[in-house]
């Protein structure tokens, strides 16, 4: 993990969680189109499970901290979108990874509904959850084909490209 | 599809284990409520610092459905708008009709008269004079030319011509108009003339009365004064003292540009007399 990864990733997770505040969630309410977990999607879709997983947690505390409810609960729903979308990555076309990124993000807005109806938070309605099902994932589907080509192209861009393992030859001295 | 490593397993079953140790924590004592208060407060000026630029934005979104049916919803409120103003102005208006009859109402019972509510429809020169006020009332009412005419205060003028339903009023600021006054504080009596804008002057009868500023003015006792006595006229706002006596300034009790609602004293006064006829033995020459 680089230091241009990382400050990539907080600066990502600052300008979703911010936008996601001011304008998305405004926009759609009172469907609940997420678009910190679309990122999430989007950036284990291009750099696979390990980043994802990370990625979904770390944006998942931050958002808890933030919100009402208990945290942990968007940490652990997003940390299974970033697992599920990391191992789905297979290097697809951009509409075949919106469509996974809105299938995934769907459920796990249903999932997240599960479980604060089971820590009894306040407002939370798991048949409202499953009723906005479909229409997340259409929101999602749209925001999925504006991110997943953003993300592609910071995330191939040499600073910051994954690091890869590197071959280490080896230079020792030559016997005889 | 991908396979999990032994360290990604290992990672996303050590991370699920932390979501699950933070929500039982924060349901179980609030042990997390001072990183809540932290980041809300955060969040809260970085969103508060956002708005004056994604404000304007989103709201411009917002209000694209219902751009349409706004307009109309704007002028049925600009429409109400201006019918409620209207309503206002009239409620003004009608309070301050009903504040100038309740004065007329408690005058007529202190004086134990009658008097007639009046509206002025005018005011302007007229008769031969500079300074009258059409009513809307008139012999009809029981209105006679020379009753007093009063705001409820002061004096306003007299009843110079009177119609079936119209008088003229001859207001107490004209110049050719003489009141017969008495000074409140020393009893003395003289006479107050109109002077136009610049209010009333005060002539004593006795030349050696002393007028100060200050002392009030009323219509004089009957006998002395064709008006209705006890009307309030002015007060006393400078004095000159000369060889034929003081003088004084009066500012009156009521303005003359401002008349709205008056009352006719309807105690004295007589019918206007009709036209008589020529004597043509006269005009002949006795024929």
């Given at each position: 993990m680089t230091r241009a990864r990382v400050a990539a990733a907080l600066c990502a997770i600052l300008t979703a969680l911010l936008l996601q505040g001011a304008l998305i969630g405004p926009w759609t309410m009172p469907v609940p189109v997420s678009l910190p977990a679309v990122l999430v999607a989007a950036v284990a879709l291009m750099d696979g499970p390990g980043s994802g997983m990370a990625f979904g947690f770390s944006i998942g505390l931050i958002a808890d901290l933030g919100?009402?409810?208990?945290?942990?609960v968007l940490a652990l729903s997003w940390l299974g979108v970033g697992l599920v979308c990391g191992l789905a990555?297979?290097?697809?076309s951009v509409r075949r990874d919106a469509a996974t990124a809105a299938v995934v993000c769907a459920v796990a807005s249903v999932f997240t509904g599960l479980v604060l109806v089971a820590v009894h938070a306040?407002?939370?309605d798991l048949r409202h959850s499953v009723e906005w099902a479909l229409p997340v994932g259409l929101g999602d589907a749209l925001l999925a084909l504006a991110v997943v080509p953003a993300v592609r192209a910071f995330l191939r861009s040499s600073s910051l490209r994954a690091p890869h393992p590197g071959f280490e030859l080896s230079t020792g001295a030559r016997r005889g | 599809m991908r396979r999990l490593t032994r360290r990604q397993r290992t990672a996303a079953i050590v991370l699920a284990a932390l979501a699950m140790c933070f929500i039982t924590l924060d349901l179980g004592g609030g042990g997390l409520a001072g990183a809540h208060s932290g980041v809300r407060g955060a969040f809260g000026s970085l969103y508060r610092g956002t708005d004056s630029v994604l404000g304007p934005v989103r709201r411009f979104v917002q209000g694209v459905p219902t751009a349409g049916s706004n307009e109309a919803t704007i002028q049925k409120l600009r429409h109400e708008n201006e019918t409620l103003r209207g309503h206002l102005a009239q409620a003004t208006s009608e309070h301050r009709t009903a504040r100038e009859l309740a004065r007329l109402h408690a005058l007529a019972d202190t004086g134990r008269y009658k008097i007639m509510p009046a509206t002025v429809q005018a005011v302007g020169s007229g008769g031969g004079f500079d300074w009258t006020a059409s009513l809307d009332v008139g012999t009809a009412d029981g209105v006679l030319v020379g009753q007093s005419v009063t705001d409820g205060y002061g004096l306003v003028g007299r009843v110079l011509h009177a119609d079936s339903y119209s008088c003229v009023v001859l207001l107490a600021?004209?110049?050719?108009s003489g009141v017969g006054a008495?000074?409140?504080?020393?009893r003395q009596i003289g006479l107050v003339s109109g002077k136009g804008t610049s209010g009333l002057s005060f002539a004593p009868l006795n030349p050696n009365a002393a007028v100060r500023v200050g002392d009030k003015l009323a219509t004089g006792p009957a006998g002395t004064s064709s008006y209705v006595p006890g009307l309030s006229i002015g007060t006393v706002t400078a004095v000159t003292r000369g060889p034929q006596g003081s003088t004084a300034v009066v500012r009156p009790?009521?303005?003359?540009?401002?008349?709205d609602t008056v009352g006719v004293i309807l105690l004295g006064g007589h019918r206007e007399s009709g036209r008589t006829p020529i004597d043509p033995s006269a005009l002949a020459g006795g024929r």
């Open positions: 919100s009402d409810h208990p945290a942990g990555a297979d290097r697809n306040d407002g939370a | 600021a004209d110049t050719s008495r000074d409140l504080r020393t009790t009521v303005s003359p540009t401002s008349l």
